[in-house]
């Protein structure tokens, strides 16, 4: 399974990380972080913080080796549009987004909207993987019953 999980603050998101390679199993994860660029400034004013953006991607790739992980970085004005777009180029099987409250900024827009018209399916992550005792999956069929067992299965492992 491709994963392209969806990381803004290198250092406080590692278990986004953590949770993607799990769901990947023996996949790709490719670490995708957008800095917005907002007002008059150009996108090209963004490139030192887009190459420390990079290092701190790269660094956390180094903590799971062994694994087929690659990061990119995107300098857009919107940092959810820029995602929507490498989700399109990427056409990974499931994007990973971290939760943060209703109505709180993430990428630049609230969780509802990523929720609305996401561009893949879509896991909204809270906490690490490795800490998880049990794993519930209610389902009661549906549409997404299947990728809903599946993913549990490979948090499982």
Known sequence: ????????????????????????????????????VTGDATLASAQPEARARRRALDALTGELPGRHLRSLVIVARVAWDAIREACATERPDLLVVGWRRPGWDVLGTTIEAILRQPPCDLAVVKGRPARAKRILVPVRGGRYAQLAARLGIELAR
Do not use: H, N, Y
């Open 1 to 36: 399974m491709k994963v392209v999980v969806a990381i803004s603050d290198p250092e406080r998101e590692s278990g986004l990380l953590e949770t993607a390679a799990a769901l990947a199993g023996d996949g790709e994860v490719v670490l995708a972080s957008a800095i917005e």
